[in-house]
């Protein structure tokens, strides 16, 4: 079947270090992922998006890079902050719709 | 800037009523969507929109219709609320992209709908 799998457990991080979170997907061929943030009460604002033929994507104090072999994506905050914490999607393409992942809650401790 | 609007952050219903949420895109998008969204579960396609009168099903569409008379407006409609239905739910708009392929999605704040 298919799947698109975020960590369920919230990943807790000291200020100042990196987070990664992982997106893993199986029976998708997707041409893109995209990583979006969503705060409690709001919807989900876009962050980054990268392609099958793109190995890495960087902005800012964000990265996104994608394994289209191991079916993964990994997104990278670097220098941590308090204002980081939030549920962070990551969300990939098929047959013209985004499927979407459940979802990691991150929290970023001062 | 980007803004896509719903009528209601909140709404308190009763089971067998018939719910409208409306939304709102200021961006001349061709694409709108309505998801819903449950804890544990990624956002779950009801219906989409590529074009004002289209619609299409997504991959929950039982117990939903959706109306699209202009370019700027996607009502989805809950014809005879039930208590499984209480979520949150949200709307998205993109713009049209070569080939057909989904392009990045701006969101609503989101109606958190209860049904009693």
């Known amino acids: 079947s298919q799947k698109i799998e975020q960590n369920s457990e919230a990943l807790n991080i000291q200020e100042g270090k990196t987070a990664t979170l992982t997106c893993n997907y199986t029976?998708?061929?997707?041409?893109?992922l995209q990583w979006y943030r969503q705060d409690p009460g709001r919807g989900p604002v876009f962050l980054l998006l990268?392609?099958?033929n793109e190995k890495e994507k960087r902005k800012e104090r964000l990265k996104v890079t994608f394994d289209t072999t191991l079916k993964q994506s990994l997104f990278h905050i670097t220098a941590s902050q308090p204002a980081d914490s939030a549920t962070y999607l990551c969300?990939?393409?098929?047959?013209?719709?985004?499927?979407w992942g459940a979802g990691t809650k991150l929290i970023i401790k001062p | 800037d980007v803004k896509v609007t719903q009528s209601s952050r909140y709404l308190v219903k009763r089971t067998g009523e018939k719910v409208f949420l409306e939304c709102v895109q200021d961006?001349?998008?061709?694409?709108m969507f309505w998801y819903r969204q449950d804890p544990g579960l990624g956002l779950r396609l009801i219906y989409f929109?590529?074009?004002?009168?289209?619609?299409e099903k997504g991959d929950i569409p039982e117990g939903y219709s959706v109306s699209r008379e202009k370019k700027e407006r996607f009502s989805l409609i809950l014809e005879s609320a039930s208590t499984n239905q209480t979520s949150m739910y949200l709307c998205?708009?993109?713009?049209?992209?070569?080939?057909?392929?989904?392009?990045?999605?701006?969101f609503g704040p989101g109606t958190r709908l209860t049904v009693l």
């Open positions: 998205a708009s993109s713009p049209a992209s070569g080939g057909g392929s989904t392009d990045t999605q701006y």
């Open positions: 961006m001349d998008h061709e694409n």
């Open positions: 929109s590529y074009d004002v009168k289209m619609k």
């Open positions: 029976n998708y061929s997707p041409a893109y």
């Open positions: 990268i392609r099958e």
């Open positions: 969300a990939l393409d098929s047959n013209y719709q985004l499927i």
